[in-house]
């Protein structure tokens, strides 16, 4: 009985923390370089030492498109900030680091609004599958 509600209870913890798109230990940034420029540098978090010849995408938020690819140098990529909402792709083997995209100057022409309902209702699910559980098992041991 003891091994279940430890078990559910890492499993509630678990639930509650949805990270999506981060590899542990790498650490992906985006910053503005001279005018409508970005420079986009992606490093080990512990050594600070740079990853070299990973691919990075740019990618519409609006249709998936690639809007820019190219892989990344000793220095980071420099790159043209694009004119539309955009994430930005570090691919590592199967893997991927996503953070969005930096506005240009003048802002985007095309913009995409983000509402953080997904992350709402995935928690309210998760949290009523979690109910019903702990309702099943403590009817189970009852009987």
């Known amino acids: ?7 559910l209870f890492i499993l509630l913890i678990l639930s509650t923390k949805l990270f999506a798109h981060k590899v542990a230990g790498i650490k992906l940034e985006a910053k ?8 986009i540098i992606a490093y080990f978090q512990k050594s600070k030492r740079a990853l070299i010849g990973n691919k990075i995408k740019l990618i519409s938020m609006i249709d998936n498109r690639i809007l ?11 790159t043209i900030i694009p004119n539309e909402s955009y994430w930005i792709y570090l691919i590592l083997k199967n893997n991927d680091v996503v953070i969005d995209g930096i506005a240009p ?13 997904a992350f709402l ?8 599958f979690l109910l019903l559980s702990l309702l099943f098992i403590y009817k189970r041991t009852k009987s």
């Open 32 to 39: 503005k370089v001279e005018g409508d420029k970005i420079q």
């Open 1 to 7: 009985m003891k091994i279940t509600k430890v078990i």
């Open 68 to 78: 820019y690819e190219d892989k990344l140098s000793s220095k980071g990529l420099i």
């Open 121 to 128: 209702y995935s928690l309210i699910i998760s949290m009523i």
């Open 105 to 117: 100057l003048n802002g985007f022409e095309i913009e995409v609004i983000k509402e953080p309902k």
